[in-house]
């Protein structure tokens, strides 16, 4: 699958990475029948940095795992740079998630065992064109703590270890979905710089879930889900610094 060349989002200089149009998502048969996603439609282009509004139930992690190639939709149209993902094959899902997405989850996921050093590494030797651990870990300012295990690390920096890890294939996409969840406001923040800073100095297109209003600010855009649609979208004209958010 040969990714056709990129357009341009409407009322944006930055070329599209994901176009759905129709995008439907349903779990479950006859009267357990549940729709997640009712109709998506949007652009996702490239070094954007998206915030994913609404309720809980609302559709934000049902389109995340769509956009990452973890879940395929039920029907409409899902491309990535001009690459059909609803009839792509398991083999070429694998490769899409291994070459082209870093995922951050709410809870951290990291090998015990394995210093922060190495928990990185494990991406670094499937990656296409990686960059070395060391210089991950240092993009998220734990340089001075490589050799360290995962249980002599506070879950902010835990986290921060996941974004290295997540980062280090140097992937066109990031999707984090809610990876502040469980972490307090300041350590919050923290993450919330590491990934801004991935944001800006990988280009990376970074689409993230939360509950919390403020992270508004810090986005390109938000878009507000409920029902399982795209219910309103917001464009900022500036993006705040994650180090001015309060909540």
Request: net charge negative; aromatic share 4%; hydrophobic share 40%.
């Amino acid at each position: 699958m040969k990714p056709d060349v990129a357009e341009n989002v409407p009322g944006s200089s930055t070329a599209t990475l994901f176009r759905a149009r129709g995008l439907t998502k349903v779990y479950g048969m006859g009267e357990t029948e549940i729709q997640a996603l009712a109709g998506v439609d949007l652009d996702l282009g490239e070094g954007e940095l998206i915030v994913l509004l609404g309720p809980s139930g609302s559709g934000k992690t049902t389109l995340l795992n769509n956009l990452g190639g973890l879940d395929v939709p039920t029907s409409g149209e899902l491309s990535y740079r001009g690459m059909d993902l609803t009839q792509a094959s398991e083999h070429e899902l694998t490769r899409y998630r291994r070459e082209s997405v870093g995922f951050i989850f709410q809870f951290y996921n990291l090998i015990p065992s394995l210093t922060a050093r190495e928990n990185v590494a494990l991406i670094t030797e499937i990656a296409r064109d990686p960059m070395e651990a060391e210089e991950a870990l240092g993009m998220v300012n734990l340089g001075g703590r490589l050799d360290h295990f995962p249980a002599q690390l506070s879950g902010g920096e835990q986290q921060r270890v996941a974004i290295a890890r997540a980062i280090a294939k140097r992937p066109e996409v990031l999707l984090c979905d809610e990876p502040t969840g469980a972490l307090d406001i300041r350590t919050g923040i923290v993450v919330l710089e590491a990934i801004e800073r991935a944001n800006r100095e990988l280009g990376t297109l970074t689409v993230l879930i939360t509950h919390n209003a403020a992270m508004a600010d810090m986005a390109d855009r938000v878009l507000y889900f409920s029902d399982g649609r795209v219910h309103r979208e917001r464009r900022n004209a500036t993006r705040a610094p994650a180090s001015s958010l309060s909540w």
